[in-house]
């Protein structure tokens, strides 16, 4: 089956512009997670969704950041305007259920020029 | 809090050596799961096992191996017989047992292994 996928691939973008950055998780999956992975680092987590609801965003860095699940199935990540700092691999990971293995897509590289 | 400590960034061996990846946690939570992850050149993460902290049985999988000491708080991973494609950077990663919020992973910052032929 379809695992995991992530659009775009790679995004380039201006300091201060918006960005939208989507997840498609395996059929069925009722959880969601967002990490962020910088150069020569694990990725971190930024927020977790359990069907349409975020459970935890603790992660998140600040307000700029924010995702949204409205059917419980794709999710999107949206950055406002946007920092240099921000320039990161963005994952996107799904498991079945809460405590299950997370299966991750193949992120979206974000850069802020 | 959790943490994860991958204390060798890089290792480099030569084709058909055995290698092992270390591995260190800390929580003060009974419940948890530890994980391995390869990470391709590709970038993809890749799961390779969970365990949880119930179960201290050494698990192998091929040429894959993996040793969960709860007394020294270690999940190493070693890999025998190694050739160029396990070339990747592993990720050892933890995540809590008790529920919500608690299944969110906490990564080490990976090891680099790099396979010569």
């Known amino acids: 089956g379809a695992g995991v996928s992530q659009t775009p691939s790679n995004k380039v973008t201006e300091k201060g512009k918006y960005v939208e950055l989507r997840c498609d998780p395996i059929s069925g999956h009722t959880a969601l997670y967002w990490y962020r992975q910088s150069l020569g680092q694990g990725p971190e987590f930024l927020i977790y969704f359990q069907g349409t609801g975020a459970a935890d965003d603790s992660g998140l860095p600040n307000d700029r950041f924010f995702a949204v699940r409205p059917e419980g199935s794709v999710s999107t990540l949206k950055i406002q305007r946007t920092e240099r700092g921000d320039s990161a691999v963005y994952l996107c990971?799904?498991?079945?259920?809460?405590?299950?293995?997370?299966?991750f897509g193949p992120g979206t590289r974000l850069t802020v020029l | 809090a959790q943490k994860v400590t991958q204390a060798q960034t890089e290792i480099s061996v030569v084709e058909k050596e055995d290698v092992t990846l270390d591995c260190v946690y800390e929580?003060?939570?009974?419940?948890?799961?530890l994980f391995w992850y390869k990470q391709p050149p590709s970038g993809e993460l890749v799961f390779l096992i969970r365990?949880?902290?119930?179960?201290?049985q050494n698990e192998i999988s091929g040429r894959y191996s993996w040793n969960f000491q709860k007394s020294t708080s270690s999940f190493n991973f070693t890999i025998t017989a190694s050739q160029v494609v396990d070339s990747a950077v592993y990720f050892c990663a933890l995540t809590l047992g008790s529920g919500g919020s608690n299944y969110k992973l906490t990564f080490g910052k990976g090891t680099l292994l790099t396979v010569n032929p």
């Open positions: 990971a799904s498991s079945s259920d809460w405590g299950g293995t997370q299966y």
């Open positions: 365990r949880n902290s119930f179960d201290e």
């Open positions: 929580t003060r939570d009974t419940t948890y799961y």
